[in-house]
């Protein structure tokens, strides 16, 4: 089956609200078709950025979520908020929140089944740290890690992407080779295929994310089984941002 490639920005704790609409401006207005491409800013400057990419096909995202719908959880933003801005795609589980954060396995599980139980597209982080990679662990983190998300409610392969982020790989400059990333992708379709079914596995996108960049996207998303990116500092500038999505329009 062909699928439709994704790159997302992950802009981070990152941006003045000024820099937030020129960017998101700037990327609205450079997508080139037959790719998705979205934004990730800062919750605060949701709003704005909203409005910037309005009318635009930019998707907006979201870099976190409560899984609550309200109530007394101060400082938590509920996903009804985030629908209320135009709020298309939520990441749960990056790494930076897992082991930064230090966000338990059970809270990111939560968030993930709110987010698609609310109707949003679901971008699931998933990936092993060194190492684990040295260990050879690298599948078995990314099957507890999937392990984190309920076959039973997750039907709509549309609303599900996993990002594949090798936390080695993130904002180190050190990207996975084409090779290494094709082995992860291969594998994790090949677990959601077993935990869900084939054709929900080939439907499913499946992002690459850590140091991707202009000179390197496009031989990441030219593996049969890497369907986008999930970018973070190379989001942070419109020039380079687009250059990673034009590199997965299809040619
Ligand atoms: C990320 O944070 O999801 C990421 C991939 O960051 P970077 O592109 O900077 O490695």
């Known amino acids: 089956m ?40 800062p919750f605060v400057y949701l709003d704005a950025v909203g409005q910037a990419v309005a009318g635009s096909s930019v998707l907006l995202g979201a870099q976190d979520v409560y899984f609550e719908n309200d109530g007394a959880f101060t400082g938590e933003i509920s ?20 082991h930064v954060i230090k ?6 599980a939560k968030k993930a089944s709110a987010v698609y139980s609310k109707g949003l597209i679901l971008v699931h982080c998933i ?12 599948f078995e983190v990314c099957q507890k890690q999937i392990d984190e998300l309920d076959p039973a409610l997750f039907t709509d392969p549309a609303r599900l992407v996993i990002a594949y982020e090798p936390v080695w790989a993130i904002g180190t400059g050190r990207t996975a080779s084409d090779a290494q990333a094709q082995e992860a992708h291969a594998f994790i379709r090949q677990y959601i295929a077993k935990r869900w079914n084939a054709s929900f596995a080939d439907a499913v996108r499946i992002q690459y994310g850590g140091s991707m960049k202009p000179d390197n996207a496009a031989g990441l998303m030219a593996q049969p089984d890497v369907d986008g990116g999930l970018i973070g500092g190379a989001a942070l500038k419109a020039d380079s941002f687009l250059g990673i999505v034009r590199a997965g329009a299809p040619s």
């Open 103 to 108: 966000e338990p396995a059970e809270l990111v």
């Open 2 to 41: 062909a699928r439709r490639k994704f790159v997302a920005g992950n802009w981070k704790m990152n941006t003045t609200k000024a820099q937030a609409v020129d960017l998101a401006k700037a990327v609205a207005a450079g997508a080139p078709a037959g790719v998705e491409a979205g934004i990730a800013p």
């Open 127 to 138: 990936g092993e740290k060194l190492e684990e990679r040295d260990a050879n662990k690298t």
């Open 79 to 98: 996903i009804g908020m985030l629908k209320d801005l135009g709020v298309r795609f939520i990441l749960t589980g990056h790494s930076e929140r897992r």
